[in-house]
């Protein structure tokens, strides 16, 4: 078969509806035929052993195709990056050809279904995942466009400006919905691209990037429709808190997802603290929102303790419990700047929280006769764990003049004192090095005075 | 973290200990065999059969940069120029790399491409600019005709917003692209015309809670994003502005029971961590926070005994990235010039620009390292560069 047979039938492939079908290598051909493509079962198959020559031609047709028209070029990179995922200039002429085309409605959601199909075999190409976010601007940039022009600014006709705003806000919530909802549809599909290909490292960035994009609108924009985004958005964070500790449930070694579950709780804080000190009259405080973060935060804590408990062996699950913990102890601060304040907040946060990392010690001396291996590691990262929430205490402790100052700010710490703050930390540290001998690292830390 | 600047009162008799391996089951260093390896590798790589050179044409001039830098480290570089055909064609090859690098211009971005006929991209850009540094062609006169387009498509990618660097005309921003930049700029000594205050400002708002860094703003930190990010940050002299405690912590347990390093946490620990998290720690002045001995020996047992050349781990296939990597962390851990004593006129490996040391030296690029603790001795390779002590505030 010549390289033009091989690029036309690949093409007439992929002009099916590739919404229907993954890509998959075969390993061993399992059909004499001399075809280098098999479709079925929802498969478009492609032969390892053809892949050299594949590349080989179809670059060979991108050299020339480069030169001729959009859609020369559309079809001939279609199949070159099935191949060769990273290829930075054929993604640029892709690019090029896109932009130079008539643009027709679905232009952007068509160039999708081919950046998600070609997803479902190459996952860690840096450039193919910038054209999905180039192509995502662009479907925003459509979307935006319907957007009403701001209110002129004419305070002498109420009642025209009250219709005009009526109108406008109809529309408006209508294109942030299908924002969030193209949001939504991006976080499935990296979900299911994580699912695939486990810690995918630029699956679980797009995803998050999704999220941060949609907090940099709402910061940015201040028109009337800000709020049923600043709505959709908060309950999207909501859902995704809610399904990361579901997947860490099952992935308990994903530090991916362990990453962005911390992100979605900055957020849901960030969100919270935008909404506590609007910058403009059009926002006001939503009592709804603060109740939700609080309580997610509280439970953030025991959810990242009930997952260690579960699987204690699991690096990625202590550290999950690290990143709630900073997460919290941020929030606890932020929070505990209102003056007025009541004390419910207080005891809340108050409760059992210095005992549960007391605790964690006293569990690690009561299991010394264990020496094996998964014990010893289990050990190790309990107490490398409870020293990282000291460190990060102490840390903030730096931040104010005296330790009371600290506890008065920080009420999650109340009752604590310095000396027995000390206490624990120098028994933590002795523990770490009695351990470490393998690990010069905290061998390095000279003993802290006490 | 206090910091004082204290580049005067360094011993520059005082030597890094270097630490050797003694066990018995550990392989020995195969120099000739990765030499071959590097040597027979453009061919392999132009094979017709050849998936692998199939697949990476667009990305050649990086695979280029990578060969010539290991080969550097276990060659002299007389040798180095005859084996690769670097400034003249070896046999079998109608044009030098050199010619072949100035082919890969891109008259139209102003950058190098991967390829010839590719567009210009900070990433081959870097590695064009290496190679000519290593091939000491950077006063070659037809670079010197390019040279201020070159400039000015890197100066063009940083974003006035924030300071970040996108990687060609399009927009991708990552803080690999920053480290390409300044390591470009400062090597074509050029780093007045970008804002290196900001750029410095950009990586450090990419910083995690963990102390560690990812390839955009709340992105997962990942060792080979923390060395760009700490590369880029020595090369503007901004390292007080690193939290060096937290992250050498986060790095210190990237290290597996093989000994061998991951990039992120659970992860399988791969060779070419070595070189990400080795360089970080030691710009960083900590490389004694992992177990050297066990890295050494986990980067050993990757080699490819019968071919030459360094798998990601052990059993795996070889590739020329990973025996870049691979042989670079050995020069950072100091076992190379002790494990082969006939390497030992040559040359070591320099962490902040990703050359041989002699290079850096001779073109005189400026930087910043850190010792962890006064008094702490700056390693021979390091000397040239401005020194920031300081003193640890971890568990204090
Ligand atoms: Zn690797």
């Known amino acids: 078969m010549n390289a033009l047979n091989a690029l036309d039938q690949l093409w007439e492939l992929l002009c099916l509806n590739p919404k229907e079908f993954d890509i998959a290598i075969l390993r061993s051909p399992d059909d004499n035929t001399k075809n280098p493509f098999v479709l079925q079962e929802g498969h478009l198959g492609l032969h390892a052993g053809d892949l050299p020559w594949l590349a080989r031609d179809f670059r060979t047709a991108y050299r020339t195709a480069r030169l001729q028209d959009c859609d020369s070029v559309l079809k001939v990179t279609s199949c070159l990056l099935l191949v060769c995922p990273d290829h930075a200039t054929a993604w640029a002429d892709r690019k090029r050809a896109l932009l130079s085309v008539q643009c027709h409605e679905d232009l952007w959601t068509r160039e999708l279904d081919f950046v998600n199909l070609l997803m479902t075999r190459h996952t860690k190409a840096p450039t193919s995942w910038f054209h999905r976010k180039f192509v995502l601007q662009q479907r925003i940039l459509q979307l935006l466009s319907a957007l009403p022009p701001p209110p002129p600014p004419n305070d002498d006709h109420d009642d025209q400006e009250n219709t005009f705003s009526t109108t406008c806000t109809t529309t408006t919530t209508c294109i942030y919905s299908n924002m969030v909802q193209l949001a939504r549809d991006e976080i499935q599909i990296c979900a299911r691209i994580a699912d695939r290909y486990p810690k995918n490292y630029y699956a679980w960035t797009h995803r998050s990037q999704m999220l941060q994009k949609i907090h940099h609108m709402l910061q940015d924009d201040s028109t009337s429709g800000t709020r049923t985004l600043a709505d959709h958005y908060t309950q999207l964070l909501q859902d995704q808190w809610q399904s990361t500790t579901r997947w860490l449930q099952s992935h308990v070694s994903d530090h991916s997802a362990a990453h962005y579950g911390g992100m979605v709780l900055q957020l849901l804080r960030r969100q919270q603290l935008q909404q506590h000190n609007p910058q403009d009259h059009h926002q006001v405080p939503d009592n709804d929102t603060t109740q939700l973060v609080h309580a997610m935060m509280i439970s953030s804590i025991t959810v990242a303790q009930q997952l260690v408990e579960r699987h204690p062996s699991h690096e990625v699950l202590w550290i999950f419990r690290r990143i709630c913990n900073h997460e919290f ?122 | ?46 094979a017709k059969t050849s998936y692998e050179g199939a697949v990476t044409e667009h990305l050649r001039m990086s695979g280029v940069y990578w060969s010539l830098t290991a080969l550097s480290l276990l060659k002299s570089p007389e040798e180095v120029d005859v084996i690769m055909g670097l400034t003249a064609p070896t046999a079998g090859r109608p044009i030098s790399i050199v010619d072949w690098v100035l082919q890969c211009y891109d008259n139209r971005s102003g950058g190098f491409g991967g390829n010839i006929g590719h567009d210009g991209h900070l990433l081959y850009t870097l590695s064009a600019i290496q190679i000519l540094a290593l091939a000491d062609r950077l006063q070659d006169e037809r670079f010197l005709n390019l040279k201020e387009s070159v400039i000015d498509f890197v100066a063009a990618r940083q974003q006035p917003t924030d300071g970040s660097f996108t990687g060609d005309e399009w927009g991708e921003i990552d803080t690999r692209f920053t480290y390409c930049a300044l390591s470009s700029l400062s090597i074509l000594k050029a780093l007045d015309r970008v804002n290196v205050t900001q750029a410095a400002d950009f990586i450090l708002s990419c910083r995690n809670f963990d102390g560690g860094f990812g390839c955009t703003i709340g992105a997962e930190s990942h060792a080979g994003q923390v060395f760009t990010c700490v590369g880029a940050l020595s090369i503007a002299k901004s390292l007080h502005k690193l939290d060096a405690d937290l992250l050498g912590w986060w790095l210190a347990e990237r ?142």
């Open chain 1, 329 to 450: 102890l941020c929030y606890a601060m932020a929070i505990t700047d209102d003056e007025d304040d009541d004390d419910n907040t207080a005891l809340l946060l108050n409760s059992s929280y210095w005992k549960d990392h007391i605790d964690i010690i006293f569990c690690v001396e009561g299991n010394n006769h264990d020496n094996s291996l998964e014990a010893q590691r289990t050990q190790l990262y309990q107490l490398s764990y409870v020293a990282w929430m000291l460190e990060d205490v102490g840390r903030l402790a730096k931040r104010f003049d005296s330790w009371n100052d600290l506890v008065r700010r920080v009420r999650l710490l109340q009752g604590v004192t310095q000396q027995e703050y000390q206490t624990l930390r120098n028994t933590v540290l002795t523990q770490l090095r009695e351990r470490k001998e393998t690990i010069p690292f905290y061998q390095q830390q000279q003993h802290p005075q006490v």
């Open chain 2, 255 to 396: 290290q597996c029971d093989s000994g061998g390093l991951n990039g992120r946490p659970e992860k399988q620990a791969d060779v070419c961590y070595s070189w990400w998290i080795l360089s970080v720690l030691s710009i960083t002045g900590r490389v004694s926070w992992i177990n050297r001995d066990k890295l050494a020996t986990f980067i050993l047992k990757c080699q490819d005994d019968e071919d030459g050349g360094i798998a990601d781990r052990p059993d795996d296939m070889a590739d020329i990235f990973h025996t870049f990597f691979g042989i670079s962390g050995l020069s950072l851990l100091g076992h190379l010039h002790a494990a082969i004593p006939e390497c030992a006129p040559f040359r070591q490996i320099d962490p902040v620009y990703a050359l041989p040391t002699d290079v850096v030296q001779k073109l005189g690029l400026q930087g910043q390292i850190m010792v962890a603790q006064e008094g702490d001795s700056v390693e021979e390779r390091l000397q040239q560069y401005d020194t920031l002590t300081s003193q640890h505030k971890l568990f204090q």
């Open chain 2, 1 to 46: 973290m206090t910091t004082t600047s204290s580049s005067t009162s360094i011993d520059k008799t005082q030597k890094v200990s270097l630490q050797v391996p003694t066990t018995t089951d550990v392989p020995p260093f195969f120099a000739g065999l990765h030499t071959s390896y590097i040597a027979g590798l453009a061919e392999k790589l132009d």
